[in-house]
């Protein structure tokens, strides 16, 4: 199984600021990443697929970046509604594992 | 538009069983692999359980080996998820979830709003 780690594991960041949140993968998984939003009592929400693009309706803030085992997910400049929990997943490998969220709240 | 709505969620006794459904519209429901993804009081999402489009192939999280049993009618458009020897640590939001074909992953694309199962006595 692929291990999917996430770091931090809380995010304290003030409104206007990046973030800048991570997850690795314990093998190598290509660009096969996603990122996934969370808010309270809400289903997650795809942000970003293939490592760095943007799934339809999401705003440009948001970026993903890297490839093989690294990826970032920045948020240019958080906004009220990005306060929420950020989950990575993999899906190199049939069905895909999630990392263990980053919460990402206000500073 | 895409609909995913679950339901059969509820309460049971631990020992008990469930059976969730999960039903599918405004897309090609047989194209696409299907999946439950759980979300245990307060913790992060969980995958449970995995079928691919046409049914022959599932997979399971180790700890529901054996207890549970994923399935599929696809003229009728609908993922269920058999639980059973239900525990407390199986208590959480119950996510279907969709996104990957046979031949293309792009991520969960689709998400149902989720149908919650309680195990208590």
């Known amino acids: 199984e692929i291990v999917m780690t996430q770091s931090p594991a809380t995010l304290s960041v003030s409104p206007g600021e990046r973030a800048t949140l991570s997850c690795r993968a314990s093998?190598?998984?290509?660009?096969?990443l996603a990122w996934y939003q969370q808010k309270p009592g809400q289903a997650p929400r795809l942000l970003i697929y293939?490592?760095?693009t943007r799934a339809t309706g999401i705003p440009a803030r948001f970026s993903g970046s890297g490839s093989g085992t690294e990826f970032t997910l920045t948020i240019s400049s958080l906004q009220s509604e990005d306060f929420a929990v950020y989950y990575c997943q993999q899906y190199n490998k049939w069905p895909g594992t999630f990392g263990q969220g980053t919460k990402v709240e206000i500073k | 538009e895409v609909q995913l709505v679950e339901s059969g969620g509820g309460l049971v006794q631990p020992g008990g069983s469930l059976r969730l459904s999960c039903a599918a519209s405004?897309?090609?429901?047989?194209?696409?692999?299907m999946n439950w993804v759980r979300q245990a009081p307060g913790k992060g999402l969980e995958y449970v359980s995995a079928i691919n489009s046409n049914g022959a192939t599932t997979y399971y999280e180790n700890s529901v080996k054996g207890r549970f049993t994923i399935s599929r009618d696809n003229s009728r458009n609908t993922l269920y998820l058999q639980m059973g020897s239900l525990r407390a640590e199986d208590m959480g939001i119950y996510y279907c979830?969709?996104?990957?074909?046979?031949?293309?992953?792009?991520?969960?694309?689709?998400w149902g709003q989720g149908t919650l199962v309680t195990v208590s006595s």
């Open positions: 093998q190598f998984i290509s660009i096969n």
């Open positions: 405004g897309f090609t429901f047989s194209n696409y692999a």
């Open positions: 293939g490592a760095s």
């Open positions: 979830a969709s996104g990957c074909t046979s031949t293309s992953c792009s991520g969960f694309e689709y």
